[in-house]
Each structure stands twice: as C-alpha cells, then as structure tokens.
C-alpha cells in the first residue's frame, strides 16, 4: 500500500515536471512544442478505446516475449553456468552473439519471419532472452559450493540438484536481471510496432498507435505515457514475483536493506 | 566400522595439484566416537569428504561397514563445517532436505524439538543465531538416523557457553542412538571431551602423526575431573611436539 502511494506521489512530480517544461517551452518558442499533462490526457480519454487496444496488444506481444525469453533463457543459462564442461565451450559463443542488437539484422529477420506478428515478437524476445541467460549463467556460476556439498551429500541427483539448489539460488538475480531489461525490451517493442508497421503486418500497438498520430501530438504523447505504464506494470510484475518467490531474501533485521 | 588404508586426496590437475592427505590410515569401532584434529588446511575436511563418498580417494581404499565407499551413502550423515543450510528454505524444509531427496519418510519435528528448536519451523536460517543454525545442520543429519555421523567443527566460532551447549547435545545424542561418529574440531578441550580416540594430523599434507587414547568420554562429569585436565595437557603437548 505504502508502495503504490510511492508511485503515486512520483506520478504527480512527473506530471508537475512535465507541465513546467511544456510551459516554459511555450513562453521560449511562442507556440506548443510539448502539450502538457492535462491536454495530453484529455485527448487520451477521448479515444480511450483506440488507446486501449494499442495497450493491449502491445501488453500481449510483451508478455509472449518475456515468457519466451524465460522458459528458454533461464534453463539454458543455468546449465550453461553450472556445467563446467559446457561453460568452456559456450561461454565465446554468447559472448560473441551477446552484444549484438537485435535490431541491427532487422532485415535478415524480417526475411526470415516474414512482416507479421511473428518478427516483432522474435525481436523482443531475442532481447530479453539473452539478459535472462546471462543473467541466470553468472548466477549460477556463482553458486557457493557448500550448498552443492550439502544436497549432494544427501545422495541428490542432477535434477534434485537444480531443484533444491541451483534454480531457488539464482532466481533473484534472474527475476532482477528480468526486472532491469525491461526498459530494453520496450525499446525494441516500440521499434518493432513503427518501423516494421509502417511495412505491413497487423498494425496495432502502442508504438503503430504514437508514429500514426505524430501530427496530433497530444494523441501521440498520450500512446508515449501508455509505453511508460506498460513498462511500468511489467517491472512491477517481475518485483511482485522476485518478493512472493524469494520471501527469503526479504528478511528484516540489521542487515534489510 | 570405518577403515581407511593409505588415503591420498589431490585436488586438481597438472602443476596445480594440491596434495590434501597423504597416505593416511585409520580405523574407528562400530560405535566409537572419535576426534580428528590438526592444523587448518590439512585436510580434516577433505578427510570427511571422503568418507561421505563425495570425492574419491586418488590412492587408497575407504570402507564403511566392509563395503569400499563409492559414492555417497545413506547410511552416512554429514554435518557441514557451516552448517550448510540453504537460506531459500524454511528450518523445516531444511531439517527435512536429507530425508526428501532420499525419497524416505520421516518425521523431524521430533528432533526439532530435541534440539530447541521447536517453534522456529517456519523461519528462514536467515533469521537465526549462529548457534541455532548449527543445530539446524546437526537436525538434518540426525533426521536421516545415519550409523556414521561426520561431523566437520560444528562447534567452530559459537560463544563458549553455546559451543558448550552443543557438545553436551553431540555428547547425548551419541549415547542414545549409538552412531559411530567422527568428529573434526580445532579445539582441544573439544576433542577430549568429545574424541575417545584423537587423530593428530600433521600440517598439509595431511598425516596421521599420532593417535592419543581417551576412554574416559562420556563418564560424567568428565569435563571437572583431573583426569580430563591432564589429557587436555596431554594433548596439547603431542601436538607441540608434532610441530603442528
Ligand atoms: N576444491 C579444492 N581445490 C583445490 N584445493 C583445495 C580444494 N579444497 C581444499 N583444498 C586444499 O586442500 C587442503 C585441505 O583442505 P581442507 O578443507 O580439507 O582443510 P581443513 O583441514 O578442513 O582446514 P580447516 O581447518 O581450515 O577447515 C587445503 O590446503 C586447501 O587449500
Ligand atoms: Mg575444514
């Protein structure tokens, strides 16, 4: 509760920052370059329909992205950190792959996918995928080995090893890493939903949504604040999920932080 | 109960090798509780490691109870020189961890409660002392009622009153379930009034220099008599004399 008023109070600032910078840029330039907060949200309720299906499709591809990205990432980069011998060998190949924007093959992917659903949501994931990976590989590598003697001591097996040790130890810095891409991973939707919308495919999204109404920069600032929400909701998602999955790690005491 | 003949442990390969224990022989009665101690880096852990089947001898044989050890064992707990708890689990998924990765049934709030530890279930190790962590780790060897107890300085850095507490507790628990128990320690009134054997262990490489008698363990009052202070004398000076 005391978190949402957090958010709240934090809305309101941004709302009096926003409103201060378009004013001041009104008194500069003599004419509107930034609508301000009430007017952008006006225009948003007035095409609240149209706003909210951008939403929702771009909440959708999101979701699939992140689930994608996690139900591949975090097994692969588990066993990649945990493994040793498969460590050696991969470990160049994701250090090579890894620092490549996804958006720098746009074309070799939209040859591959064709112009639809399928390649904004490959290009999401391909983002994200590679934060959980790595994130959950440096995890896992940094798993005390006392842990590892203790399960194994009791006689665990490969698979009662992952499931006592190596996935409850990694998953905060998993769910963090998760958490910190998120911002990436609109980035890249928002690239995605106008570059290639404007090609063909389904044009919906929130980015389709602020490219189309460029010229009526109230409608378009109001899709631009449904990006910040959706973000928004996502980080909040993974926090809530690293807080009910990692209770343990959320202890009181001297050292809370 | 448990033989082990010319035990040699190297860890790592090419010119990193350490060499852990070298050549090291003993043996312990079923039902004996014995004390292993020595200089730190030595190998005492390394020792129980391989005991508990973890890792394999590099020369030598170990036998538990005439069969050689091949990995681990059921009927060998280990209690982990930090206790070995799993933050991410509750006292009592942690008490409980040997017996459901073995797929057996068992009750440990029995042995909860023998250790104080009732009420504490549902907290996170986290939330404890050190000393109740200790516990804790001794609760999950104990819910598995091993016949070999390893048991890797579970007194180490706890106050003297708690470290007191808890070799009263190993001492109780010895003579109610009859296990045959190892016990590696730092400390030398620990060892004598733990050990009726004491293994003395040379500095890394570790070897078996000398094994001081003590059958007095367990005779009450063992810890105010005469005889425990001289044996505590005793010991002190084989291990000065050992150079360790
Ligand atoms: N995994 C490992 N790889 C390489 N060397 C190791 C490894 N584990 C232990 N050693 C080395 O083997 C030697 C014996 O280690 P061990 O942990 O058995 O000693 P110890 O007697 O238990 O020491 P302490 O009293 O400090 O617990 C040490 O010199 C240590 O550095
Ligand atoms: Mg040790």
Known sequence: MKRVVHYLVAALVVFLLWELVSVSLLAVRGRVILPGPVATIREGIQHVSELSSAFGASALRFSIALSIAFFLGLPAGLVLGFERGLYQVFSPLIYLTYPIPPVALLVFLYLAFGVGEAVKIVVVTCALFFQVLVAAQGAARGIPRTYVTAVRSAGASRWQLYRHVVVPATLPAVLTAARVSVGLGITMLYVVETKLGLVGGPKTGLGRFIEYYTFRAELSLAGVVGLSLLGLMFYALLELLERWLCRWKHLGGPGAP | ?244
């Not at chain 2, 799993?86 to 409980?96: G, Q």
């Open chain 2, 1 to 244: 109960m448990i033989e082990v003949e010319g035990l040699t442990v190297s860890y790592g390969a090419g010119r990193r090798t350490v060499l852990a224990l070298a050549g090291v022989s003993l043996s312990v009665a079923e039902g004996e509780l014995v004390a292993v101690v020595g200089p730190s880096g030595c190998g005492k852990s390394t020792l129980l490691f391989t005991l508990d089947g973890l890792i394999p001898p590099t020369q030598g044989v170990v036998r538990i109870g005439g069969q050689m050890v091949q990995g681990v064992r059921r009927d060998v707990a280990l209690i982990l020189q930090d206790a070995g708890l799993l933050p991410w689990k509750t006292v009592l998924a942690n008490a409980e961890l040997g017996l459901r990765i073995q797929g057996r049934r068992g009750d440990v709030r029995e042995v909860l409660e023998e250790l104080g530890l009732a009420g504490f279930e549902r907290r996170y190790p986290g939330e404890l002392s050190e000393g109740m962590r200790r516990r804790v780790g001794i609760a999950r060897a104990l819910a598995l009622n091993p016949k070999v107890f390893l048991m890797d300085e579970p007194m180490a850095n706890l106050d003297s009153i708690t470290r007191q507490r808890i070799q009263d507790l190993i001492l109780k628990l010895w003579q109610g379930f009859h296990f045959t128990g190892v016990l590696v320690t730092h400390d030398i009134e620990e060892a004598v009034f733990l050990g009726q054997r004491i293994f003395v262990f040379s500095p890394r490489p570790g070897r078996l220099v000398e094994v001081v008698e003590n059958p007095e363990v367990g005779t009450s009052k063992y810890r105010d008599s005469a005889q425990f202070l001289a044996r505590v004398r005793h010991l002190r000076q084989v291990l000065v004399e050992s150079g360790t």
